[in-house]
């Protein structure tokens, strides 16, 4: 099983971008049999929890991200989504795909001010 995170980079502050989450050697039942989870690392700090979906659509959120980050999948592709808006300093982070005991290696997003 791999999980590979895509579409990162850097943004001004107020700007956007959309991450995806694409894996591979899933079984379906499998891959919707559990939450699909985004955690962000930034400099010198832990790993946190961002979001994470389940297999019908309810979403979680951490607090910093509530109305600015929405998680997304597609079940029928086996890929997860993050949409970043209004991006801000603070969301400079390495970005993480997870699910299960699996996680990506990890795509940077820097936001300037």
């Known amino acids: 099983v791999y999980l590979t995170e895509s579409g990162g980079g850097t943004v001004q502050a107020g700007g956007s971008l959309r991450l995806t989450c694409t894996t591979s050697?899933?079984?379906?039942?499998?891959?919707?049999?559990?939450?699909l989870a985004w955690y962000r690392q930034g400099p010198d700090a832990q790993r946190e929890f961002v979001a994470s979906v389940t297999r019908t659509g309810i979403t979680n959120y951490a607090d910093s991200v509530k109305g600015r980050f929405t998680a997304s999948r597609d079940n029928a592709r086996k890929r997860g989504y993050l949409q970043l808006n209004n991006l801000n300093p603070e969301d400079t982070a390495v970005y993480y795909c997870?699910?299960?005991?699996?996680w990506g290696q990890g795509t940077q997003v820097t936001v300037s001010s």
């Open positions: 997870n699910h299960g005991s699996n």
């Open positions: 050697g899933f079984i379906t039942s499998v891959f919707n049999g559990d939450n």
